[in-house]
């Protein structure tokens, strides 16, 4: 009797931890469906992205799982958050917008430079065939692979190394979408990106002059460049910094 008491009054004090901590997050589970709802018609569809794939995944992808612990509360508001190694995942809508920029397919396989939390390789993968991301801050790899690994995004590759190099075995990539600044375009990524393919990257030495650009080249292997808008990134570093 004593032990079917304490058996019932572990239940309630699990229960209480339980509604305790979907209160700490603001939240429970299926609240954070209505929040991601709410953040992409409020910061992405009202702002202009309008692929309903990209919204669709954007959608779907549970951005609170990527962010530490400290930050769940926070993971779908309108700002950049901190995930550790003074590096940051990027505002919704810039995760929204590059992965629009990108125009990716279903039978894409896509590079991403700079892995991060792992949360803008889930929103690729979420839409193409195959998504590779390379971090450089074996860390973050390590957490990201793991994150996306839980969660069943068997469609993405992460390894740690420097992204300026790109991932040579693995091309040429129908997209490559960079999420840290380079001060110029990396060479080598240019030439693993396919005839047709594009290249979404913040380029600028200093984060209050970095501009948004889309690399096209074309069937004939001739790129051409655009400027899409003014963004602040952690800058892209190199192996030997
Ligand atoms: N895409 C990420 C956010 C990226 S923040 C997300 O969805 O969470 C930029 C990331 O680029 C940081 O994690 C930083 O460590 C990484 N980075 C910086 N220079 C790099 C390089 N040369 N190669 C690969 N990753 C790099």
Request: with cysteine; glycine share 8%.
């Amino acid at each position: 009797m004593a032990k079917a008491r304490s058996l019932i009054s572990r239940a309630l004090m699990l229960s209480v931890f339980c509604a305790h901590e979907a209160g700490a997050a603001g939240a429970g589970p299926e609240d954070y469906a209505a929040e991601r709802a709410e953040m992409v018609s409020r910061q992405i569809a009202d702002r202009g992205v309008s692929d309903e794939r990209v919204l669709a995944a954007m959608r779907k992808v549970p951005r609170h799982e990527f962010v530490p612990d400290s930050e769940k509360r926070t993971a779908y508001r309108d700002t950049p958050l901190p995930i550790g190694e003074s590096q940051t995942i990027s505002q919704p809508y810039i995760v929204a917008l590059m992965t629009e920029l990108a125009r990716p397919e279903k039978n894409h396989r896509v590079l991403e430079v700079g892995t991060g939390s792992g949360y803008q390789a889930a929103v690729l993968a979420e839409i193409v065939d195959h998504v590779y991301s390379i971090e450089i801050e074996p860390t973050l790899a390590r957490t990201a692979s793991d994150v996306l690994q839980r969660l069943g995004y068997d469609n993405v590759t992460v390894r740690s190394g420097d992204g300026y190099l790109g991932w040579a075995e693995h091309a040429p990539f129908d997209a490559i979408v960079i999420t840290a600044a380079p001060d110029h375009v990396p060479e080598p990524l240019i030439g693993q990106l396919k005839p047709g393919g594009r290249m979404v990257v913040p380029v600028g030495p200093i984060a209050s002059t970095q501009q948004l650009r889309v690399l096209e080249k074309n069937a004939a292997g001739k790129v051409t460049s655009t400027v899409v808008a003014p963004v602040r990134f952690v800058p892209l570093r190199r192996r030997d910094d």
